[in-house]
């Protein structure tokens, strides 16, 4: 593995993620804000929520890209397409089964059955996230395409 590519890259594409996320949201494209989701975990205020949050999602993605890395070394090669396609996998996954998982593990977030509560108030993702507006779906497939298409690209395995 070559580490120091993984480091560079790895935060490259979190961070490139990241901003198409926000970027997203500024524009109105979706409600979801990944980093207060994330923070709000950890602390019920809303402004700490979003700095605790970043720092989650950007450790988060770091963590994430060592994946991306172990496939390409399995591989062989790194390319931006196979880059992508661990991208659109990992969204999939994150629509279809991580945003129905996150009222359980959530302490402030409402679920689908029981609805708010005076701690559980943020409202819950639902099935690909479409809670948060019926384009959330495609902000977060269109990031996490970039996030790997970054990494495949980039990312250079060591010299054999």
């Known amino acids: 593995m070559n580490w120091q590519s993984w480091l560079v890259w790895g935060l490259v594409a979190t961070i490139a993620l990241t901003t198409v996320m926000a970027g997203s949201q500024g ?3 979706t409600r979801m804000n990944l980093p207060y989701m994330l923070g709000a975990i950890f602390t019920p205020s809303r402004d ?4 605790i949050g970043f720092g989650v999602h950007l450790l988060n993605g770091w963590i994430f ?4 890395v172990a496939a390409f070394q399995a591989l062989g090669r790194a390319t931006w397409w196979i880059g992508a396609l ?11 089964v991580v945003m ?9 977030m409402a679920s689908e059955e029981k609805g708010p509560t005076v701690t559980r108030q943020l409202e819950p993702p639902g099935f690909l996230a479409l809670n948060y507006g019926y ?3 495609l902000s977060v497939v269109v990031g996490h395409l970039i996030y790997g298409a970054i990494l495949g690209a980039f990312y250079s395995l060591p010299a054999r």
């Open 27 to 29: 524009l109105g494209f």
């Open 100 to 108: 129905r998982l996150m009222p359980g593990l959530h302490p402030r």
């Open 135 to 137: 384009q959330t779906p």
């Open 65 to 68: 890209s060592l994946g991306y």
């Open 86 to 96: 661990l991208g659109l996998l990992q969204a999939l996954f994150v629509l279809t």
């Open 48 to 51: 700490r929520a979003r700095v």
